[in-house]
């Protein structure tokens, strides 16, 4: 690949961005508070659908569809705010799968059908790329050879996962309703799984900003030997360090939404980067908050157990971090790195 120059593009937020992001917020404490969270795992979800009627309520599902099909014209920057809050929330919804992926994917193809439907928020899609795949959906986008259908009907079965605010399933398409969507979807679908990919990064950074900030927090209040824990300075190294991880991250995640708002060229590169990289702090981030949190980190009230689920979920649901470095090395011209590098 001809090497790019990086794209030339802010990674401040501007007032939109804070304003989504504060509402996202908001609708979140109310709807995903830790111990409705925790009642997933004990086989009660009283909050996927109330969560996502308030996600409709505020326009998020159509959040990157064009305004003539009933979203809101954003960009990848603004759904990217939205996947931050979710990952700092640990909460359950199918936003990532279908208002990013699958509606990438629709967009890229010029689909006038399905989109406005998402949009709404009336239904979801996801992107039938693995097995089992990710939690059930209205419409399943299912690519054969190059062509793509879209299939309504199937039949699913619920998987045990690691993190149950992220349900799985298992597809069974037999007496499914299939129709063409495009014959030639290739691109588009790597248009998506790109964009996924490079959005994921945006929720593994907020997944690692909570474990820090609730650590920080902790340990400056927590006390033993008649003093604050956080006034220890191994902690204290122990805290600057992983400090310093989250805002690298935060840089990468917000560069490669940047690249991908803007169409840069440097885009592909930028998600490698943040795919990589994010996945392996947001799980460090949540294993130093389980053990600087002590006995608490380890028990089932804590939400600290959520945030380390999601970030190992994360961390293999559109790639692992080797894979995406070994992507990175084709796409800079080095040798792909061996394991353990």
């Not at 795919?275 to 981030?285: D, L, N, P, T």
Request: net charge negative; aromatic share 4%.
């Amino acid at each position: 690949m001809t090497m790019t120059s990086p794209a030339d593009v802010s990674l401040l937020p501007d007032d939109v961005e804070t304003d989504l992001r504060a509402s996202v917020r908001k609708v979140l404490d109310k709807h995903a508070p830790t111990d409705r969270l925790n009642a997933i795992y004990d086989g009660a979800d009283e909050v996927t659908a109330p969560l996502w009627s308030a996600f409709v309520e505020l326009g998020l599902p159509g959040l990157l569809v064009p305004e003539s099909l009933g979203g809101a014209g954003a960009s990848a920057v603004e759904a990217a705010a939205v996947l931050e809050e979710l990952g700092r929330a640990a909460a359950p919804s199918p936003y990532l799968t279908s208002s990013v992926v699958a509606t990438t994917v629709l967009l890229a193809l010029g689909d006038t059908e399905i989109l406005p439907a998402l949009a709404s928020g009336e239904q979801t899609a996801a992107l039938l790329v693995g097995a089992p795949v990710g939690l059930p959906a209205d419409v399943l986008l299912l690519p054969e050879g190059d062509a793509l259908y879209a299939v309504r009907g199937a039949t699913f079965r619920p998987v045990s996962s690691l993190d149950m605010t992220r349900p799985l399933a298992d597809v069974d398409l037999e007496g499914a309703e299939r129709t063409l969507v495009s014959a030639d979807a290739t691109a588009a679908i790597d248009r998506a799984l790109l964009t996924g990919a490079g959005l994921l990064a945006a929720e593994q950074v907020g997944v690692a900003r909570w474990a820090l900030e609730t650590t920080i927090g902790y340990l400056k209040e927590r006390r033993q030997f008649g003093r604050v824990v956080g006034g220890f300075q191994a902690l204290k190294h122990r805290l600057a360090d992983l400090y310093a991880e989250v805002e690298q991250a935060d840089a990468a995640a917000r560069y490669a939404a940047a690249t991908l708002a803007t169409d840069d060229a440097d885009a592909p590169i930028a998600v490698a980067v943040a795919a990589a990289f994010c996945s392996e702090v947001a799980v460090h981030a949540a294993e130093e908050a389980i053990q600087l949190h002590g006995g608490l980190g380890m028990t089932w009230e804590h939400p600290a157990h959520l945030h380390l689920k999601r970030a190992k979920a994360d961390a293999l649901l559109l790639g692992s971090a080797e894979a995406h470095r070994a992507a990175l090395a084709v796409l800079v011209d080095l040798p792909a790195p061996t394991s353990g590098d």
